[in-house]
């Protein structure tokens, strides 16, 4: 009767963020939240499930998300929930169900949260996977396409990416789209039979994505297919000159790219993507446009907008992949021996912990050296050892781990010893 109870796995494509990892996560989201306050966005959170219609429309009925990737459930009332795979449509909603479309059309929102969509997992590719975004409502100007795309590369640029790429586009607009589209359609026409399944389904319902196949034969056949420019009407023409004008005189950098088009459907005009060659065939860290339209038809006005949305396990792995070495943390660790030490440093941990510095160690469990260990695990800036000969004299040794330095202070004078003190 020794069965042993159950051991669980996350569900997969699911995936823990432990520690140390987590630091890094850390670390973005708070460049995340420095970058964007700059740029006057304020966070937005919305609920994670929302009725599955909302997406069905604002994401796109011929979407690979809506066609097979959401995860979608009857709750116990029987109304059709979804899981958020992205986060526009959200957005969207609570712009317009807080009336905020009507007080005040202009908005910078910014969102981070986890999204869902039933992929095959790999590595950058997951089925709960973690985005951070940006929706900027309310404007129809090009400048504002690239205030976005320099937003996203500042962040990108301080949370220590490097090697991404802007590439930008435009998709025209529902009056220059649909020849294009007319012209793409004949030309795929001729290869039909060599494309992969999913793109002779594409094929009738929106061409373009056909282009952004990943299937490698698909990519071959499109060689020589129509080039978006040749199809632009004078005003989508001039928005994508004047998009390059402003990234221009934001100091932007960026490359051409005619071929990117945007898995959900109410994309128009600008898209962009910031791609990497570093992550294998997940190269999109970061992808956005503009979507004039879609807050029409979720129920609002004809308000324009433009956003962007990226993925944080792209964007960590791209960063672990610089191989920086974490900074010495600015953490002290307290490697105390004995019940007396123990109970000496007690409120002295206390009281700094009460002044916000972060303190850490194993309650004198452990021997001397193991708790040295656990220190330089931990990255510690700072080491206070407090053992019987310490207790002795009242004081306690403080060793700076960069430089090894090693120092005596009194025990009682440890907090003043940490804690700077405003003047
Ligand atoms: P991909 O072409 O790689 O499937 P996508 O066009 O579906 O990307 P978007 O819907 O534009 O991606 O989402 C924006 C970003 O979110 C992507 O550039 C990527 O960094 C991230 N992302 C999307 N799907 C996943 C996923 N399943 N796992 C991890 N990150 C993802
Ligand atoms: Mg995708």
């Known amino acids: 009767m020794n069965q042993r109870p159950q051991k669980f796995t996350a569900v997969k494509g699911m995936a823990d963020v432990m520690p140390p990892e987590s630091r890094l996560w850390q670390k973005v989201e708070a460049a995340a939240r420095g970058v964007f306050g700059c740029y006057g ?6 609920p994670i ?12 009925e011929n979407t690979a998300i809506v066609e097979k990737e959401m995860y979608t459930f009857e709750d116990r009332g029987g109304e059709s929930l979804t899981l958020r795979p992205e986060g526009t449509a959200s957005v969207v909603r609570a712009y317009i169900e807080s009336g905020a479309f009507l007080s005040e059309p202009l908005a910078r929102y910014y969102y981070m ?5 039933r992929e095959r997992p790999q590595k950058g590719r997951q089925r709960q996977f973690f985005q951070i975004g940006c929706e900027l ?4 100007s090009p400048i504002a396409d690239a205030e976005v795309m320099a937003m996203i590369s500042q962040f990108l640029s301080e949370s220590g990416a490097a090697d991404v790429t802007l590439e930008i586009n ?3 607009c529902p009056d220059c789209r649909p020849s294009f589209n007319a012209a793409l359609l004949a030309f795929l026409k001729k290869s039909e039979s060599k494309l992969c399944a999913d793109c002779v389904r594409r094929l009738e319902r929106n061409p373009m994505r056909v282009l952004d196949c990943k299937n490698e034969a698909c990519a071959e056949l499109t060689k020589g297919a129509p080039s978006l420019p040749d199809y632009w009407c004078e005003t989508c023409r001039a928005h994508y000159d004047e998009v390059k004008r402003a990234l221009a005189a934001m100091g932007v950098a960026y490359v051409e790219n005619y071929r990117i088009v945007r898995g959900l459907d109410y994309y128009m005009r600008t898209a962009f993507e910031f791609t990497t060659t570093k992550l294998g065939s997940q190269n ?3 992808a956005g446009g503009r979507y004039d339209g879609l807050v029409k038809s979720l129920g609002g006005t004809d308000v324009p907008g433009v956003g962007c949305a990226l993925g944080v396990e792209r964007l960590v792995l791209l960063i672990e992949q ?8 600015d953490l002290i660790f307290f490697v105390v021996m004995g019940d007396r030490a123990r109970f000496e440093v007690l409120p002295v941990i206390q009281t700094l912990r009460r002044d ?5 160690w194993d309650f004198a469990i452990h021997s001397l050296k193991s708790q040295m260990r656990r220190a330089s695990k931990l990255n510690a800036e700072t080491v206070v050892i407090v053992g019987d000969d310490e207790i002795a004299k009242g004081v306690a040794s403080v060793k700076d781990m960069r430089s090894g330095e090693q120092h005596e202070v009194r025990i009682k004078d440890l907090p003043q010893h940490f804690v700077q003190v405003d003047i």
């Open 41 to 46: 966005y304020s966070e937005i959170r919305t």
């Open 113 to 117: 949260g986890p999204m869902f969509r």
């Open 137 to 140: 409502l309310g404007v129809d």
């Open 284 to 286: 999109a860290v970061a």
């Open 356 to 360: 916000g510095v972060r303190v850490e």
């Open 170 to 172: 435009s998709l025209g």
């Open 49 to 60: 499930a929302e009725p599955t219609e909302l997406f069905r429309r604002g994401v796109g």
């Open 322 to 329: 610089n191989k920086e070495p974490l900074p010495a943390e």
